[in-house]
């Protein structure tokens, strides 16, 4: 899991920035992108970092505090659901991945993203596939962007209770397309997703 980075940090690269996302897929809610450089990414209370996915729900919060804890600096970018509208998710999510790498306290030497390369970053940078899995400076960006949008949709449910925010986070389930369809979609809901458009222009 370690590969990438350990050859860095013995070229004598570092610090390492490691960029990932959350909410991608979701046709509700915001988008958001995180970027963590740690001290260390082999220190041991970074063990238990995987893959957001991979880690249940109390899990990622646990973790969420030990990273937060232990970072050398963590920046976190939320982009609304009217702009992931407006610029479409894959450019909002570039930008949102150089705001979020700009935003650091510390300048990192390299940076490395889980999938996607950054373009006009100014920063060395590598997009590593699957870079969540095997990238431990990306995993905790995953794991530090999924705890943060899934407090944003639990506080959100709290204003849109119909659509069930807190469970399935905004993604498309059998649930959310029932109460889409029987409440129509709200201010969150991105009128740029196919599944949210066919709603409106009915």
């Known amino acids: 899991m370690k590969v990438i980075e350990q050859l860095l940090i013995q070229e004598g690269i570092s610090p390492i920035a490691g960029v990932d996302e959350a909410g991608r897929g979701a046709c509700a809610g915001p ?17 238990p970092v995987r893959d957001s996915k991979e880690l249940s729900e109390s899990k990622r919060e646990e973790i969420f505090e030990i990273i937060h804890s232990i970072a050398a600096s ?23 991945m150089r705001r979020a790498v700009n935003g650091l306290d510390v300048t990192p030497a390299y940076v490395l993203t889980d999938g996607y390369a950054i373009e006009g970053l100014g920063f ?16 905790a960006a995953s794991i530090v962007a999924k705890v943060t949008r ?38 969150q809901h991105r009128q740029s997703f196919s599944n949210v458009a066919a709603l409106i222009h009915k």
């Open 31 to 47: 988008l958001v992108i995180a970027s963590v450089v740690l001290h260390d990414p082999f220190a041991p209370q970074l063990e």
């Open 74 to 96: 963590i920046s976190v970018v939320i982009v609304p659901a009217s702009e992931v509208d407006t610029r479409g998710v894959h450019a909002a999510n570039l930008d949102g």
């Open 150 to 187: 899934d407090r944003i949709m639990r506080e959100m449910d709290k204003d849109f209770p119909v659509y069930g925010f807190a469970g399935h986070k905004g993604y498309i389930t059998a649930a959310h397309t029932k109460a889409l369809n029987e409440h129509g979609p709200c201010a």
């Open 124 to 139: 060395p940078n590598l997009a590593v596939w699957k870079g969540d899995q095997v990238v431990v400076s990306i995993s």
